[in-house]
T-cell receptor, first 113, second 112 residues
Framework: GDSVTQMEGPVTLSEEAFLTINCTYTATGYPSLFWYVQYPGEGLQLLLKATKADDKGSNKGFEATYRKETTSFHLEKGSVQVSDSAVYFCALRTYSSASKIIFGSGTRLSIRP | DTAVSQTPKYLVTQMGNDKSIKCEQNLGHDTMYWYKQDSKKFLKIMFSYNNKELIINETVPNRFSPKSPDKAHLNLHINSLELGDSAVYFC???????????FGQGTRLTVV
């Protein structure tokens, strides 16, 4: 079945460091891919998305490129801030699972001042 | 104007009780969901409704019964609560297939 695998956390970085959170997927068909962020005590917010191969989603300095050949959608940010501390979820949605979004296990990110 | 709102935000109750969580969306979406997030942050879908019809029931115990009185509302009723039901429950909605979902703030249910 469809699934998402993302790197285990927690990830701890210093402020202004470069961030990569790896995400790979298995899916039938051509999924849309998402990154969601969950700040402490809050719900999930869509961070960025990409709906077809080679699309790049971007928001708030975060980027991820839909790589069909490697079935990956890695999240990157050039210079992280303390306010980026949160749990990040990679997710997919395909027509075969049209009525649900499948999430990875989440990666907790902590940024040190 | 909150897009997806659910109430209550916190719910503490004793084992064996029956409780409900309400969800409303003002986005005009056709599809609504309930997800459960466990203590390790893992998110798993429970139910999905499209135009008030149940289309996904992911092997959830019969004690959980969703009800959708109209497209904008999807409530979750839980009978005979158990300790293992303690989790954060998220309601969400989306417009169509292959589109993102918008999530509510979550309801933290604690069964004691």
């Amino acid at each position: 079945g469809d699934s998402v695998t993302q790197m285990e956390g927690p990830v701890t970085l210093s402020e202004e460091a470069f961030l990569t959170i790896n995400c790979t997927y298995t899916a039938t068909g051509y999924p849309s891919l998402f990154w969601y962020v969950q700040y402490p005590g809050e719900g999930l917010q869509l961070l960025l998305k990409a709906t077809k191969a080679d699309d790049k989603g971007s928001n708030k300095g975060f980027e991820a490129t839909y790589r069909k050949e490697t079935t990956s959608f890695h999240l990157e940010k050039g210079s992280v801030q303390v306010s980026d501390s949160a749990v990040y979820f990679c997710a997919l949605r395909t027509y075969s699972s049209a009525s649900k979004i499948i999430f990875g296990s989440g990666t907790r990110l902590s940024i040190r001042p | 104007d909150t897009a997806v709102s659910q109430t209550p935000k916190y719910l503490v109750t004793q084992m064996g009780n029956d409780k409900s969580i309400k969800c409303e969306q003002n986005l005009g979406h056709d599809t609504m969901y309930w997800y459960k997030q466990d203590s390790k942050k893992f998110l798993k879908i429970m139910f999905s409704y499209n135009n008030k019809e149940l289309i996904i029931n992911e092997t959830v115990p019969n004690r959980f019964s969703p009800k959708s009185p109209d497209k904008a509302h999807l409530n979750l009723h839980i009978n005979s609560l158990e300790l293992g039901d303690s989790a954060v429950y998220f309601c969400a909605s989306s417009q169509a297939v292959n589109t993102e979902a918008f999530f509510g703030q979550g309801t933290r249910l604690t069964v004691v």
